[in-house]
């Protein structure tokens, strides 16, 4: 995925390869997708119908560098609701560039999906955070910063055109003010508490790295109102609603910044620690997802969406 | 990506044809800073050109040569010129030279620039000796496929600058009257200077002297397991609100002038250094 120009035929033309490519193989169309993050990956195990294709061998999907990302896709039915997993997910620490951080919403969109749940650990900023707690994401502070190839941000994330050359069938978001549905955040939180775990409604700094960020980094963020930070998931919640996909942001904290804590009390981050993390709490992502996937699968509801939510025609 | 390590094999290769020890610590000199390679004694100097790989630096009051020798009686290897983001050089190719000081068996990486203070309490001239730092250069050395046998995926940033030689720093510099703050540096792009609200905004998001440089180098240096400190010189005094025009011969001046106290204070932290 290294085309010199980013044109939106091009862009349209290697998500509907990749979806061709699943569609052969899947029988069911996903209505839901799940991106999982660091240690979310045997989620996947609690699908009924489970069937993994590897992103090796599907057309235009990123070969992955990260630690604890498997990078197959998993398709099957979870609580009757034809879902697709994302194991493993593109980062830009990784080098990938802001089109193939959005590869994934583009190909849950052409193959029809309506809703993504994107999760990720992260480090918890906010004062009342402990590690296992979730956030259920109601926005993000995008601090990815580099736009790599110089055009237009407009057009390297979403790859739309830019206003002036709007076909009809690609329509700008009305606004970014909800990049999260309103709805799905609800949902989310009422699932935390039915199964008694702390969820809270948080906003995401997402951060390049590789590195974990200093103390005075985590002061920043924690001034400029972020109550968790990771390197991922702001770049396809973007791409997902610009679709007109309803999105959900679940970010599991697996470490405390503490940046004002005497020194010694500071344990340093390993990415072995986050992973377990992330992976100790995993149960409560699951009955979130879960939540997610029975209310999707009511019929009358998907209708209902359809009409609100559905901005794009989903391509032929 | 994987192709560092052997940029780094031939490179060390041939700077052990010329001088062959094992260096103790790595040194970056910055603005007005050079001088210090002078003090090093029985030196064999190095062009970067020379240097499998290494750019070539172009900033102003840079020289462009690798200086390996004795310093306090330890070998050290001084980089008299640094590489900048603004050069428009990659990040990769920035922080090469740290890799080179690691391979080659230093333990330790010392750092020094010219900056911009923020802080009111600080004066022109005084000396911040690095406790953190905030990377504002949208960019970071480690993206890409990370090779292990030069560092982890994800290094911890909790103590970028060795606490132990942070207080012995400023330890030196109370005993030699030298005007020596901690602070918080926060490492822009440039190579404009700021503006006014930047400067504001800076300040208010913690930071206490803003430069171009030494991030990248840093975060490099903990990826590759060297301890890491770093000195600024405050060569001019940015306060948002009573802002002069930057003139770039005194910031030189006044970088010039203070180099024999940073000189003092590298040399001391070298010396007490058991690494």
Same mark, same amino acid.
């Given at each position: 995925m290294k ?5 939106v035929?091009a862009a349209c033309?290697?998500a509907?390869?990749a979806?061709?490519?699943i ?6 169309a ?11 990956g045997?989620?996947?195990?609690k699908?009924?119908?489970?069937f ?14 990260a630690?604890?990302?498997?990078g197959?896709?998993v398709?099957g039915?979870?609580?009757g609701?034809?879902?697709?997993l ?7 620490y990784?080098?990938f ?9 583009r190909v ?6 309506e809703?993504l749940?994107l ?6 900023l906010?004062?009342?955070a402990d590690t296992?707690d979730?956030?259920?994401m109601v926005d ?5 910063g580099r736009?790599?190839g110089g ?5 390297l994330?979403?790859g739309?055109p ?6 009809t069938d ?11 549905d309103?709805?799905l955040?609800?949902l989310?939180?009422a ?5 008694s775990?702390y969820?809270?409604?948080g906003?995401?700094a997402?951060?390049?790295g590789?590195s974990?960020e200093?103390?005075a ?5 924690r001034?400029i ?11 396809e919640?973007?791409?997902?609603h610009?679709?007109?996909?309803k999105?959900?942001?679940?970010s ?6 503490r940046?004002?804590?005497p020194r010694?009390a500071?344990?340093?981050t390993?990415a ?12 409560k992502v699951?009955?979130?997802?879960e939540a ?14 359809r ?8 391509l032929? | 990506?994987?192709d560092?390590?052997?940029q780094i ?9 010329k001088w062959d020890h094992?260096?103790?610590a ?5 603005t007005g800073?050079g001088g ?11 062009s970067?050109?020379d240097i499998?790989?290494f750019p070539n630096?172009t ?6 040569r690798?200086?390996?020798g004795m ?5 050290? #290897? ?6 900048h983001?603004?050069e428009?050089?990659?990040? /990769? $190719? =920035?922080?090469?030279?740290v ?5 080659m068996?230093?333990?330790?990486l010392?750092?020094?620039?010219a ?7 600080h004066?022109?001239?005084?000396i911040?000796?690095i406790?953190?730092h ?9 993206i ?5 046998r ?9 103590e ?6 942070i207080q012995?720093a400023?330890e ?8 020596a703050?901690?602070?918080v540096?926060v490492a822009v792009t440039g190579p404009n200077l700021?503006t006014?609200?930047e400067y504001?905004f800076l300040r208010?998001i913690?930071?206490?002297v803003v430069? #171009?440089s030494?991030?990248?180098e ?8 060297? /301890? $890491? =400190?770093?000195?600024?010189v405050?060569t001019?005094?940015?306060l948002?609100?009573a802002?002069?025009?930057a003139?770039v011969?005194?910031?030189?001046a006044i970088a010039n002038e203070?180099?024999p106290?940073?000189?003092k204070?590298?040399?001391?932290v070298l010396e007490?250094?058991e690494?």
């Amino acid at each position: 995925m290294k085309a010199d120009r980013f044109t939106v035929a091009a862009a349209c033309g290697e998500a509907r390869s990749a979806a061709e490519f699943i569609r052969a193989r899947c029988s069911t169309a996903p209505r839901l997708g799940v991106v999982l993050g660091t240690g979310l990956g045997p989620l996947a195990e609690k699908i009924d119908h489970a069937f993994a294709l590897k992103y090796a061998d599907i057309p235009g999907f990123p070969h992955l560098t990260a630690p604890e990302h498997r990078g197959d896709l998993v398709c099957g039915v979870l609580r009757g609701c034809p879902v697709m997993l994302f194991r493993g997910r593109p980062h830009a620490y990784e080098g990938f560039d802001r089109r193939t951080l959005t590869f994934f919403p583009r190909v849950l969109h052409a193959l029809g999906g309506e809703t993504l749940i994107l999760t990720n650990a992260s480090g918890g900023l906010n004062l009342h955070a402990d590690t296992g707690d979730v956030v259920v994401m109601v926005d993000h502070i995008d601090w990815m910063g580099r736009s790599r190839g110089g055009a237009g941000n407009w057009r390297l994330e979403t790859g739309m055109p830019p206003f002036a050359f709007q076909s009809t069938d690609f329509q700008p978001p009305a606004s970014s003010l909800h990049f999260y549905d309103r709805r799905l955040i609800q949902l989310a939180l009422a699932a935390a508490r039915r199964h008694s775990f702390y969820a809270f409604p948080g906003v995401y700094a997402a951060m390049t790295g590789p590195s974990y960020e200093t103390r005075a980094e985590y002061r920043l963020l924690r001034r400029i109102g972020a109550d968790c930070v990771g390197m991922s998931t702001a770049p396809e919640a973007k791409m997902a609603h610009t679709l007109g996909l309803k999105v959900l942001g679940l970010s599991t904290i697996t470490n405390i910044a503490r940046p004002d804590a005497p020194r010694i009390a500071t344990p340093e981050t390993t990415a072995d620690e986050v992973a377990h993390d992330a992976a100790d709490a995993a149960w409560k992502v699951m009955a979130i997802i879960e939540a997610v996937a029975a209310a999707e699968e009511q019929p009358g509801r998907h209708r209902q969406v359809r009409t609100t939510a559905g901005r794009f025609k989903a391509l032929p | 990506m994987l192709d560092l390590y052997d940029q780094i094999q031939n490179a060390i290769h041939f700077i052990r044809g010329k001088w062959d020890h094992t260096p103790v610590a790595g040194i970056i000199l910055g603005t007005g800073l050079g001088g210090l390679a002078g003090k090093i004694e029985q030196a064999v100097a190095i062009s970067y050109e020379d240097i499998p790989h290494f750019p070539n630096s172009t900033a102003t009051s840079h020289a462009g040569r690798l200086v390996c020798g004795m310093l306090c009686g330890k070998p050290v #290897m001084a980089m008299e010129g640094r590489f900048h983001a603004y050069e428009g050089y990659s990040m /990769k $190719a =920035i922080t090469l030279p740290v890799r080179v000081f690691r391979a080659m068996g230093a333990s330790l990486l010392m750092v020094s620039n010219a900056c911009g203070g923020m802080n009111p309490h600080h004066k022109a001239g005084d000396i911040v000796v690095i406790e953190d730092h905030i990377n504002l250069m949208s960019d970071n050395p480690l993206i890409g496929i990370n090779d292990d046998r030069l560092g982890p995926r994800f290094p911890d940033m909790s103590e970028p600058y060795n606490h132990g030689l942070i207080q012995s720093a400023l330890e030196i510099a109370r005993r030699e009257n030298i005007v020596a703050h901690p602070g918080v540096f926060v490492a822009v792009t440039g190579p404009n200077l700021e503006t006014r609200a930047e400067y504001r905004f800076l300040r208010l998001i913690g930071a206490d002297v803003v430069g #171009m440089s030494t991030v990248p180098e840093v975060i490099v240096a903990k990826h590759c397991g060297l /301890k $890491a =400190i770093g000195f600024s010189v405050i060569t001019d005094m940015c306060l948002p609100d009573a802002l002069e025009e930057a003139d770039v011969p005194t910031i030189i001046a006044i970088a010039n002038e203070a180099q024999p106290r940073l000189c003092k204070l590298v040399m001391g932290v070298l010396e007490k250094y058991e690494g």
